[in-house]
């Protein structure tokens, strides 16, 4: 636990939540500031932080958890859709430095907008090198 940590002081109880699943190694509670009503983060009990530094066996309990809240808020609240979410630094809009998963309910009627503007590579061959470039970083 890293005693700094909002999410931490979260999943060992000592700050409220509207806690919605919980196992040994995993918790989900409510946002507090919901995107859409329904809105839920899946976080680890264990502090880890970014995605990159969390080990596979815990990134597999997460996402495990996050399709049962998925399910749940599809069944739960009839949602028509839904929004998984998940940043790694300020730069990428996180703001709780704990990795996270948002879960986010959608419905045809909830008036939110993600206000994603997609762009272009310059040349089909400026794309093959940004896939180069990360295929030779990639690590067994």
Known sequence: MNSECIFCKIAAGELPSSKVYEDSDTFAFMDIGPVVKGHTLVIPKHHY???????DDVLHKLITVVKKIAQAQTEGLKADGIN???AN???AGQIIPHVHFHVIPRFANDRHSWNWIPKKYD???EMHQFAGKI???LKS
């Open 49 to 55: 932080d970014p995605i990159t530094g969390t080990p």
């Open 84 to 86: 998984i979410t998940q």
């Open 89 to 91: 630094g300020k730069i």
């Open 123 to 125: 040349t089909p061959e």
């Open 135 to 137: 295929k030779s970083s």
